[in-house]
């Protein structure tokens, strides 16, 4: 086991958290639950990559059997409670292995998702279908250089079955429009205890397909108005049908709600319609739209847009926010002949970061009557692109000079997507204020010592 654990590792750089399975009874419900604790779990450090945690079930008896696993993570970008949208960055692997044979199933693979407001100790959840193995192997990896994810507590549930389903009900029929789709499920399976496992079809292609299917259900999308017939299989080779009829579309909008950062645009699209559409915006000074529905975010809040087509209306909602800002900063060197202290930027935002001139001040954190103001070359902003590393010189204003830089703090103000921040560096770590409250930044240890100059080991 150890063998194929530092195998999958060095392929595949991910973290680890080994999950051998257990003896169990047939039951309905959940077998083993098994909780943990981020303090109770050995702790291992993969190169900067993550962490891993084991803990060991037995081996479950039953012909066949399902895994929910429910993680508690803390998602760790390089600012801390960073807002996120869609894919985190994070990656969950599942795997089986068999002592037996002496080798490992890998069951699937999914990006962990986190909603626009998700910043850290979100759940997720995953339910895989596993036969009968020495262990199970759950896999959290980062995806992105710049994420971290920490699993903090584990929950692991694991249902057995004392075979396959033998009968089921399904619809008799469903109505389905042209571009939209819907999900057939069987229910009401039999004997008890039992797991339904069906294969999904469907009669004619042309006019509905199945876009997506699990062992007891299938979402079937409408290709062109007509009647066709979806059918499932169950393992005894039992066959249930359902009349599909496909009806013609209607207009829709492409999505009836999205949020989108300060600054940023999205097409709007009336769907099914050759008509002319009209668009309209119910306050401009949060989005703007234009003939061809596109939408441009102008200000923080929400409002509606509407598109008027053909005597009716159909509108969505909006949300407008800002992107947090997403940076490294590392106060490295003091020059004591030109009077400046040296600051290391680097931006990992999808938006320019803009350093201010105006405001600029140092403190010593021993004596605060030695506070001098500072400037930067030519009184001029300096703009730091996503991605890009940027070194900048805060210049004293005035003589005096320090050459131990380390007993000092810069502070300076920043913009980045429409608003000003307080910032604040040191040579070790950096801080910015958000509201009322200040949110350190987070970075590899690599960043550290590129930042510094020196070579990474």
Known sequence: ??????????????????????????????????TLDYYDLERYDYDGIGYGYEFTLKKPSALYATFELEVDMDIVGHTYEKQLNGTSGISVTVLSYDNDLDDYTEYDSFDFKLGKNDTYGSYWYYTGEVLPADDYLIMISSLKDNMVAEATDCKFKLYTYSGFAKTA??????????????????????????????????????????????????????????????????????????????????????????????????????????????????????????????????????????????????????????????????????????????????????????????????????????????????????????????????????????????DFTVRYYFKYNGAKYLGSVWSTDSTHKHGKNWYATYWYEQDIYNLRGEDYI
């Not at 150890?2 to 051998?20: D, M, R």
């Not at 010593?364 to 991605?387: A, C, E, F, W």
């Open 169 to 406: 009900q399904m619809p008799k029929s469903a109505t389905v429009k042209v571009g939209d789709e819907k999900k057939i499920a069987l229910s009401k399976f039999s004997p008890s205890n039992t797991y339904c496992a069906a294969k999904w079809s469907i009669s004619n292609k042309k006019i509905a397909k199945i876009v997506y299917r699990e062992k007891n259900l299938a979402y079937i999308k409408g290709v062109k108005t007509g009647k066709c017939t979806l059918t499932a299989t169950l393992k005894n080779g039992k066959k249930y049908t359902c009349k599909v009829t496909v009806k013609k579309a209607t207009p829709k909008l492409n999505t009836n709600s999205f949020e989108i950062p300060y600054g940023s645009s999205k097409t709007l699209k009336l769907k099914n319609t050759k008509k002319k559409v009209i668009w309209s915006t119910s306050n401009s000074k949060i989005a703007t739209v234009n003939a061809k529905g596109k939408v441009t975010a102008k200000g923080i809040g929400k409002c509606k847009i509407t598109a008027t087509c053909g005597g009716k209306t159909y509108t969505c909602k909006v949300k407008v926010y800002r992107l947090w800002a997403d940076f490294t900063a590392l106060l490295t060197d003091y020059n004591t002949r030109n009077n400046y202290f040296v600051v290391k930027f680097k931006n990992y935002g999808k938006k320019a970061l803009t350093i201010q001139s105006n405001g600029a001040y140092c403190m010593d954190v021993d004596y605060k009557s030695y506070d001098r103001k500072l400037h930067l070359s030519g009184n001029k902003n300096i703009t730091i692109k996503p991605n890009e590393t940027k070194t900048v010189r805060f210049y004293v204003i005035g003589n005096t000079t320090w050459p131990d830089y380390e």
């Open 1 to 34: 086991m150890k063998k194929l654990l530092c195998l999958v590792l060095s392929v595949t750089a991910l973290i680890c958290a080994i999950i051998p399975a257990g003896t169990v009874a047939y039951a309905k419900e959940p077998i083993v639950t098994k």
